[in-house]
């Protein structure tokens, strides 16, 4: 069965939707996340206007603060401090990569975890580590509720995370582990956590015969068709995370995105497998919505 984020995030995104006319409705003011963009990478500005863009849509106000390459670090800082400081903006995002002159652990730490919908702030993640209520990356939330949505239950399965950023390997493998009593605001009621979870990464001996092992496996190396057929177990779950360009002259892009697993292959094993694209990356932007409305409900009490 597909795992169809597209679907979900369209479904999510409705719900949202609704939540903010009700907020107008009684009155109160709209919320607010403010995006702050340096320089002009490509892709990144693709990623900005997207996120604008479903902001928009569900009637949350959207910011885009765009500073140029040449940007100090005591600038950005400033700018973060303002937004810190700023009672109608409930969340914002320091789009990431930032230019090699800025030090990304120096903003990211600058930023109020309250208001840190992208949580990657040290403070969010200790939170998330300890049980306590946080502020989730975007992508990890993402997965959970997709499983939540599809009834998947971690407890005491075996997951196995290929991929150890902070952006998504370790944060997705400590939400599974972790007891479920840790339900944020705004996630499906489906208990999820508790599993045995195994991390992986570049220097993991015999990979294969772990994930062979796997109940559920969220690859997200960026590596394309790392996951083959005979790495997957006969009724497994399969969540891909990566997003890989491909040379493909037929598309009028030039390219075609595609994921971390063989999915031609795999698809006939797997119980459950999530597409690229259409799987989780339409969770991460839905992600990102759910929690500056988390962030709103707690700012505006
Ligand atoms: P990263 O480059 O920071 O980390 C990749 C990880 O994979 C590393 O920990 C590395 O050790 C591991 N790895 C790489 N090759 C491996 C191999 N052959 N065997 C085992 N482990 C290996 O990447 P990231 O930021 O976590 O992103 C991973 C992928 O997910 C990328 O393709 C990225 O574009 C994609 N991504 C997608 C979304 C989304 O919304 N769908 C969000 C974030 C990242």
Known sequence: MILDGKQIASEIRAELREQVCETKARGLRIPKLAVVIVGHNPASETYVANKIKACEEIGIEAERIALEDSVSEQQLLEVVHQLNNDPSVDGFIVQLPLPEHIAETTILSAIDYRKDVD???????????????????????????????????????????????????????????????????????????????????????????????????????????????????????????????????????GYRLVGDVDYEHVAPKAAYISPVPGGVGPMTIVSLLQNTLQAYNEHIR
């Open 119 to 253: 949580g990657l702030t040290p403070e969010n993640v200790g939170r998330t580590v300890q049980g306590l209520p946080s502020l989730v990356s975007a992508t990890p939330r993402g997965i959970r509720e997709l499983l939540a949505r599809y009834n998947i239950v971690t407890e005491g399965k075996h997951v196995v995370v290929i991929g150890r950023s902070n952006i998504v390997g370790k944060p997705i493998a400590m939400l599974l582990m972790q007891r479920p009593y840790l339900s944020l605001p705004g996630m499906s009621a489906a208990s999820l956590g508790d599993a045995t979870v195994t991390i992986c990464h570049s220097k993991t001996r015999d990979l294969a015969a772990i994930c062979r092992t796997a109940d559920i496996i969220i690859v997200a190396a960026g590596s394309p068709k790392l996951l083959t057929a005979d790495m997957v177990k006969e009724g497994a779950v399969v969540i891909d995370v990566g997003i890989n360009r491909m040379d493909d002259p037929a598309s009028p892009r």
